[in-house]
């Protein structure tokens, strides 16, 4: 089939190269613009675009699927368009441009996390078990009836970002899968069952941690923000942004936001059990271990989120 495929980051990437590697043909792949990163604000095309280009695929990028987009991909006539994690909207007259729509690959179980941060939402609920869908996509957000999924069990100790990176692979291998089957015309989908949990873009203050909540909840928040937006908390009034942590401490106690090495380990106090903290990043400084960051702190009775 000729496809359109729309994408912007790292974890759009597989699904990418896995059509690429098909025998369908790619007639351009949607993106958003560069943008500015780093401290220099360098503007940097999207991880698609990079390997879009490496493989030698027309681009377009924008970042608004508007009226000039939807002129230009109509005119390719695709027979099918392929999202996965564009960050932008499609609307008629485009989502009916191609002869059989458009698909979605959405990390998640549908109805379950419907939204921009599926993943993140998850691990924050503390779900034990998610994985990935495509569906069809339809004007309401991400409720379009669902061709396949694929589930797994959510790994103990993985941050949002380790979990992405693998629903990114298993879920492109789904999406091809899919894309056979529509060529095929072997494709059946089913409505979703349920009740819908929604999964909003997430914010800096999403990462905040409350110590005076239960270990577990503590814990799944930093897995699901690590490493975006990023867990963070302050300590002498200065912020620090968590990077890693080994767990929780099940035979320690200690109040909540109490920072204390206890046998080399660098525990932080919650509602029930501690926090240990591996690895920090203090405002203004580079990342580093916790106990290096432990013994320069001013004050032997630290606590955090004072």
Known sequence: MRLVFAGTPAAAVPSLRRIAASGHEIATVVTRRDAPLGRKRVLTPSAVAQVATELGLPVLRTDRLDAAATDTLTALQPDLGVIVAYG???REPLLSAPAHGWINLHFSLLPRWRGAAPVQHALIAGDRETGASV????????????????????????????????????????????????AAG??????????????????????????????????SRILGTTPEPGAHTSVDGARVKILAVGGTATDAELAPGRIRN??????????????????????????????DWWRGLRTNEPVAGA
């Open 88 to 90: 932008g909207l499609v």
């Open 135 to 182: 569906f069809q996509l339809v004007p309401e957000l991400d409720a379009g009836d669902v061709f396949a999924e694929d589930r797994m069990p959510v790994p103990p100790g993985a941050t949002a970002g380790d979990l992405l990176a693998t629903l990114a692979e298993t879920g492109a291998d789904l999406l091809l899968r899919v894309i056979d089957e529509i």
């Open 186 to 219: 072997t494709a059946t989908a089913r409505p979703q069952t349920g009740e819908p949990t929604l999964a909003p873009k997430l914010t800096a203050e999403d990462g905040l941690i409350r110590w005076t909540d239960s270990g577990d909840a503590v814990l």
């Open 262 to 291: 206890i046998d080399g380990a660098l525990l932080v106090g919650t509602a029930t059990h501690p926090i240990v903290l591996e690895r920090v990043q203090p405002a203004g400084k580079q990342a580093m271990s916790a106990a």
